[in-house]
């Protein structure tokens, strides 16, 4: 049986653009008849929440989402992250990294032809590829915190999306675990939905350029790569992102404007084209009347 999924940060409450996202890849899975997790992405202990943790799994079920089998936590998948990165050790795919943000950032501005452009962070300009074993120990010795990163630099892997046709990522020698030796994002979401064995990754449109590099990850560690149907964001009425500091954008401050949770989810069902915001269909309605096709745009 195939296996969708929906995997928030728990950083702050989930804002409208959030849940229909969820809305959105729950549909996906369940009209495909596929298993659904819900994976809590509490990555990073320093802006990690248990208070958010529960509000957000409490807002999904509002709005109708269910999921099969116990909620996953990233918090909890250490020894499955040491793994993966022991595999591209036993590969030679890492380096230690010492670079800070300010190098990098500094490094990048300077013009620097070998520098490659990574969207979604300063491009990496490949400073410690090439440090052999003295400089690495001096630079230890000298107590600077080592990130590791992949030996990867390589054309933008391509791929069809489902929903924003072929397209492509930038892969550069990215990070995979921080300096104070918690996984990177990109590490993460790969090896725990290829232990879930997700074959539909259904997320926001802001996360299209991570997919070159995971996908890059799939294949450095043998697995099999999923297919990706990234959603265009919804756009808040002054045209920007929605963010979960943006007011009046959470089920409870809908609530508290007297709207239920049924009236939030016919809101969101429309802006993904099943219905009118006046409508009231069920969960279940919704998972019949939805199309995985309709929203593909195919022109990117
Ligand atoms: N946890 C990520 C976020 O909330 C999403 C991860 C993913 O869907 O790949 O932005």
């Known amino acids: 049986m195939s296996v969708g999924r929906y995997a928030p940060s728990p950083t702050g409450p989930l804002h409208l653009g959030n849940l229909r996202t969820a809305l959105f890849a729950w549909l996906f899975a369940r009209s495909a008849r596929s298993r659904f997790v819900l994976r809590i992405d ?32 990233q918090s909890q998948r250490g020894d499955a992250y040491a793994a993966a990165l ?10 230690p990294c010492f670079c800070t943000r300010a190098e990098i950032r500094q490094a990048a501005s300077a013009p620097h032809p070998g520098a490659l452009t990574a969207a979604g962070g300063d491009p990496y300009p490949g400073t410690c590829r090439q440090l ?68 539909q990754v259904v997320r926001g449109g802001d996360l299209f350029e991570t997919t070159g590099r995971q996908i890059w990850l799939y294949r450095a560690l043998d697995l099999p790569v999923p297919d990706y149907a990234h959603l265009p964001l919804l756009l ?7 963010a979960k500091r943006s007011g009046a954008a959470t089920l409870a401050d809908r609530a508290a404007l007297g709207e239920d949770a049924g009236t939030v989810r016919a809101r969101l069902a429309a802006s993904l ?17 939805f199309d995985p096709t309709a929203l593909r745009t195919a022109s990117r």
């Open 236 to 242: 808040g009425p002054d045209g920007t992102r929605l």
């Open 42 to 73: 509490d990555l990073d202990p320093g802006r990690s929440r248990q208070h958010w943790v529960e509000r957000q799994i409490a807002d999904l079920a509002q709005i109708g989402i269910d999921w099969d089998g116990p909620v996953l936590r």
């Open 132 to 199: 052999d074993t003295s400089a690495r120990a001096a630079r230890r010795a000298a107590g600077r915190p080592a990130a590791l990163r992949v030996h990867a630099a390589s054309d933008p892997v391509r791929f069809d999306d489902l929903l924003l046709g072929p397209g492509g990522g930038p892969v550069d020698d990215f990070v995979v675990a921080r300096s104070d030796g918690v996984a990177a994002y990109n590490l993460a979401v790969v090896v725990d939905d290829a232990a879930a064995r997700v074959e």
């Open 86 to 95: 022991a595999g591209l050790e036993a590969r030679s795919l890492l380096y």
């Open 273 to 289: 084209g099943l219905g009118r915001a006046t409508d009231r269909f069920s969960p279940q309605q919704l998972v019949a009347r």
